[in-house]
């Protein structure tokens, strides 16, 4: 019975000694105050329950082993009920009972208290983000007061270091959850429900999150980008992405703009500063901009952006962007193209 | 026999008529008739529960087949054995056969079985209702595999999340074969349920007064109340999904009005009551076999009983610590925390009595212990992850993370899996009258402990370094591929020991140390009888006069000495029938012949629910069929067959 605890024991060091624990999607490498706080409640249920484990282990070793009195009969029970015996054991259980009953009210108050504290956070909101969820990707609307001083992408979200920024959840199709561990626990997008939660960042840094409700064919490949920068920085990135798209410097991305707004493209997706305005699939608009290819799915580089657009459906199978059937000549120009708005 | 003849023919068994006489004319009047029609009508409680047993090991073997196809895939990153398509049908029916089709039924195998004999009876109650349920279940289970093999299994989970289940986004009949199971065994899961409830109301042997009801018909007894209360939400939202996607309701499509969290209340009334469902009858399991081999009587029986109580009623409290991450009102939450908390004392006190059992006796480490003591070490730190996602902050983390898989593994295969194997090892000789070996139990106790924890362990770390469940694959690089690795390894060890465990079955069905009535010196009443049981269960109705009644008895008598109760006839199927608190005699109760009828009705059940996956007509044509069957089942007999007062 003590090998659990050995496999236990080990695999927590194991933890602690892989690089996994200070990963880009772990719960137990926080970067925002309310998975600080719940990292911090963690390793106290942790210790607490530990222990209660150990000492249900020690009692189920001794009872075990513990020597016996001789004269045991074959068959049948030993002996009867012993009145000193059971009494004793009743008041054991009696305390048993009780010191359950306090540990599991300071764990639920302790409990209780992240909870409040985390919730606090709510109304400091500065920033408002939108986020629908679409099967298989995250289409993200920086909110602003200013209706033209509001603007779209996808499977990022940039956050300001030090900001609490509310982020509205919506789905469109079909239940989502949105999860960036190192930041905050999950909240569900459902569809004909609006949801709410708060991310804060402490520190910079590239996080990963990932629906984390199943939510069809290609629920693996459903991730986003969470970046934390400094705030200056993320206002010039902000002015950068309120600009519309570049216009092509060369002649390929030229040409490749011509394919782009003439072939099935254009049929899914914006890009602003052209007559590109369709919104069913992610706003390209500066698409060379973000860290990855298909939510998560490849990491942005010209090569992945020429293999997505030639077979998206070897890449992510079942994913909703269909085989556009362009030339060489053509995919070139339009990766080209694409990769030039930065 | 009109009402004029000679008393004299009605037999009863007591003083006058002999053993072997009152043997023979039993074994007359309680005879399954032979060949494929006696197979086909039966309704002994021991051949239905032993095909539920079979039935529900097959399937656990099958969805085990599953999980190791999806440990093969997932043994790696970005590994292409299955496709997503492929692997979200298998870890959905994983999920749906170990949960419908072996956790339930398999426990429900053994009440069947066991209650009975447990309680001191002659058969279960409503015996061809027993028949008809397993039909019902089996036709359900073969739907669900045949629609599988056939391209056409569910993909959508075992908890069918509308709207992803819905008509829009999960077209054709995958979902709809998958809802229409669920219908098949909430009714098979229904009938043993009321069966089992009035088994144990009324038919308890004289003496067995509320007191001395063995714990795991006191575990059975509070399951079915759970089966009766929880079911009927998952059938209700079964059947709402199936209309929507049918005839065009809209019970949980948003746009018009319906309500897609709707479907997850209802789903998890009944989906947190089942944990509980298939917990319960594994503690009864528990508190049989550590007395036996503690060679103590169980300590702490009452506060056991009211473990169960307690358990029973929380669980219909805790559903919501499903829901934490869908944005209900954080007050609200707080309730389901603490209700999700104060199950950890029942618990608590089921785990120190077991402990205290085997502190204060003197144990036998036979294989069934061995197995209590795995269930001990392993269910225990599942409860305690348990506590942990029952708090809100630490749920918004774990939930739907590979830590709440590692979670609910602890529980369910600790919890139930391992009582369950101590309970084959345990219950075999009465099953089949012979001995598993003892040197392959210990093998298989070993692999099964060690690939368990090797399997399911690491996937704690893995949901809090932030791997999502069901997830076909997953990249390289974000630090899973590891504890991966080792999960799969634990994975291969377990499935040896299960390999095991079909081995030493197989051997010793043949080869098997003859077993005896009862081998392990146990003390309730399912050993005062030989092994297997006669079709009849008991020669004489035994008198209970304490809890372990085999204890009671002077040191070195044979069950035979047990005081018994005479006067039940010999010569038809009658059961004696007790009052509900003090089990004292109170009727002699006709128990049904064999009949082909249940099976009929079951056939056409079944035909109604598969047609009614294609056309909503069926439910109106294929009522015919049903109703030709019903009524063939209870058509009157002449002359009627009514209670009779006890006379003496």
Redesign the interface.
Known sequence: ?S??LR??SL??A??LA????Q??????DPAGH??G??AG??WL??GV?AV??LV??A??L???S?P??RG??????????EER??RR??G??TA??VG??AI?LT??GL??A??RD??GLTDKAELEIEVTAK?WWWQVKYNDPVPSRSFETANEIRLPVGVPVRIV?KSQ???H?F?V?NL?????L????V??TTLVADREGRF?G????????????MALDVVAMPRDRFDAWRESQLSPAAAPADDLARQGQQVFLSAACVMCHTIHGTTAASRVGPDLTHVASRPSLAA?TLPYSKGNLAGWIADPQRIK??NQMPITSLSPDQLQGVVAYLDSLK | MTAGTDTAVVRRDGPGLGEAETNARLARSWATPPGLWGWLSTVDHKQVGRRYVVTAFTFFVLAGLLALAMRMQLAGPERTLLSPDRYNQIFTMHGTTMMFLFAVPMMEAFAIYLVPLMVGTRAIAFPRLNAFSYWVYLAGGIMLWVAFILNVGPDVGWFSYVPLAGPQYSPGKRVDFWAQMVTFTEVAALAVAVEIIVTVFKQRAPGMSLNRIPLFVWGQLVTSFMVVFAMPAVMVSSSMLIMDRLIGTHFFNPAEGGDALLWQHLFWFFGHPEVYIIFLPATGFVSSILPTFARRPIFGYTALVLALFATGFLGFGLWVHHMFATGLPHLGNSFYTAASMAIAIPSGIQIFCWIATLWDGRPRFATPLLFVIGFIVVFVLGGLSGIMLASVPLDSQVHDTYFVVAHFHYVLIGGAVFPLFGAFYYWFPKFTGRMLSERVGAWNFGLFFVGFNLAFFPMHILGLIGMPRRVYSYPAGVGWDELNLLATAGAVILAAGVATFVGNVWHSLKHGVSAGDNPWGAGTLEWATSSPPPSYNFTHIPVVTGQEPLWTLPQGLPAQGLPVVGGLRVDQRELLLTTVVDADPDLREPSPEPSIWPLLSALAVTALFIGSIFTPWAVVWGAIPLAVGLIGWFWPKSPPDTPEPVID
């Open positions: 019975m090998r659990a496999i236990g695999g927590l194991l933890c892989l690089p996994g624990c990963g880009v999607q772990s719960a137990l309310q998975a706080r719940i409640l963690w249920f942790l329950l209660v484990y249900v282990l009692g189920l001794i009872a075990a513990r016996r009195r045991v009969l074959p068959n049948g029970p030993s002996f009867a009920r015996i059971e054991l009743t054991g259980l048993w009972a359950t009953g599991i764990l639920t409990s209780y992240v909870d985390i919730l099967q959840l199709d079909v239940i959850s999860w561990p905050h626990g999950k909240t569900d459902i569809p004909g429900r949801n709410e990963r990932q629906c984390a409700e199943f939510c069809g064919f290609q629920h693996a490949n998560g199978p079942g």
